[in-house]
């Protein structure tokens, strides 16, 4: 069992900067591969970002390539979304999620974390 608790949200400006935080409890986090994902309000949650368990790959959406960043400190339990640049249309509820090795199945979730950018 893995609880996801995802924190670091805010309201920011647009061209401003975030860093989310999403830490896990339990003694096995470095066995999983771990993704961010968003939903905005009347809209279907979309994949943001995604690192393997081995650390190596990254993948990122499109629309936050070269903007945002996906990391993680297996000593902290804790994976990162640092956040540059920000557009009104990043706002959204922010979620952690995670997968089980080379899985793209994510079994963990966190509750969320608010992120606004006003213009």
């Known amino acids: 069992q893995v609880q996801l608790v995802e924190s670091g949200g805010g309201l920011v400006q647009a061209g401003g900067s975030l860093r989310l935080s999403c830490t896990a409890s339990g003694r096995t986090f470095s066995s999983y591969s771990m993704g961010w994902f968003r939903q905005a309000p009347g809209k279907e949650r979309e994949f943001v970002a995604r690192?393997?368990?081995?650390?190596?790959?990254?993948y990122y959406a499109d629309s936050v390539k070269g903007r945002f960043t996906i990391s993680r400190d297996n000593a902290k339990n804790t994976v990162y979304l640092q956040m540059n640049s920000l557009k009104p249309e990043d706002t959204a509820v922010y979620y952690c999620a995670a997968a089980y090795l080379e899985s793209t199945r994510y079994t963990y979730w966190g509750q969320g974390t608010q992120v606004t950018v006003s213009s």
């Open positions: 690192l393997r368990w081995s650390g190596g790959s990254t």
